[in-house]
């Protein structure tokens, strides 16, 4: 048994996330802010790695809920890099930070999960499922982070805004980053609904069955 996994995101037209520099720039309309927040009230966690915590700071959390009512944080971050004053590492609610065994960075969180060897989700979604009792959990990058989930067959729904602006650059991230590692052909998607958001459009998507 695992949690749901949902990926959600923004892009650009062009297909970027962020800039070259990898901080923050802002694609989604009012609209989709507004979708996302009603989103994360329906997840029992938000996850997202520590690049996303180090570029962005993100609180990841729905301002009129409490630290019992809010979802549960999850950071992957396997060498220890997020900071002691972490927006994340608040008291607006609870923190799994998930690490290596080699790492011997504490927390002030809810929980620390260390891995050994190479990091497989599969493993620390089982883990986050019996030990915590998470039932849902919405990925929200970033780029590499959502290419690990990817590569382990792990998403059960994708939904991106795709905002209109152009970012450009080759060396900007995007939606699934890192090194190269899809075989031909890709990862199949259905797409199951589209809506426009302002100045903009969500796709959803599941994936495709075999």
Same mark, same amino acid.
């Given at each position: 048994?695992?949690?749901?996994?949902?990926?959600? @995101?923004?892009?650009?037209?062009?297909?970027?996330?962020?800039?070259?520099?990898?901080?923050?720039?802002?694609?989604?309309?009012?609209?989709?802010?507004?979708?996302?927040?009603?989103?994360?009230?329906?997840?029992?966690?938000?996850?997202?790695?520590?690049?996303?915590?180090?570029?962005?700071?993100?609180?990841?959390?729905?301002?009129?809920?409490?630290?019992? *009512?809010?979802?549960?944080?999850?950071?992957?971050?396997?060498?220890?890099?997020?900071?002691?004053?972490?927006? %994340?590492?608040?008291?607006?609610?609870?923190?799994?930070?998930?690490?290596?065994?080699? @790492?011997?960075?504490?927390?002030? @969180?809810?929980?620390?999960?260390?891995?050994?060897?190479?990091?497989?989700?599969?493993?620390?979604?089982?883990?986050?499922?019996?030990?915590?009792?998470?039932?849902?959990?919405?990925?929200?990058?970033? /780029?590499? *982070?959502?290419?690990?989930?990817?590569?382990?067959?792990?998403?059960?729904?994708?939904? %991106?805004?795709?905002?209109?602006?152009?970012?450009?650059?080759?060396?900007?991230?995007?939606?699934?980053?890192?090194?190269?590692?899809?075989?031909?052909?890709?990862?199949?998607? %259905?797409?199951?609904? *589209?809506?426009?958001? /302002?100045?903009?459009?969500?796709? *959803?998507?599941?994936?495709?069955?075999?």
């Amino acid at each position: 048994m695992r949690p749901f996994v949902h990926v959600n @995101c923004a892009m650009s037209a062009d297909g970027k996330i962020a800039g070259a520099d990898r901080k923050q720039v802002r694609i989604s309309s009012d609209e989709d802010k507004n979708r996302v927040r009603n989103l994360r009230k329906k997840y029992d966690a938000i996850l997202v790695g520590v690049g996303t915590v180090l570029a962005d700071d993100p609180h990841l959390t729905v301002k009129e809920l409490d630290y019992n *009512t809010n979802p549960i944080r999850i950071v992957i971050d396997p060498r220890g890099r997020t900071p002691d004053d972490a927006m %994340v590492l608040d008291e607006r609610a609870p923190t799994v930070m998930v690490t290596s065994r080699e @790492c011997d960075r504490e927390w002030d @969180c809810e929980e620390t999960i260390r891995f050994g060897g190479e990091l497989r989700l599969s493993e620390i979604l089982g883990i986050l499922a019996e030990d915590i009792g998470i039932e849902s959990i919405l990925v929200e990058g970033g /780029g590499e *982070t959502i290419a690990h989930f990817f590569r382990e067959g792990l998403v059960d729904r994708y939904t %991106v805004f795709v905002g209109g602006s152009i970012i450009g650059g080759r060396t900007a991230p995007t939606p699934v980053d890192g090194d190269g590692w899809v075989a031909e052909g890709g990862v199949d998607l %259905v797409l199951r609904d *589209t809506e426009v958001l /302002g100045n903009g459009v969500v796709l *959803t998507f599941e994936p495709k069955t075999k």
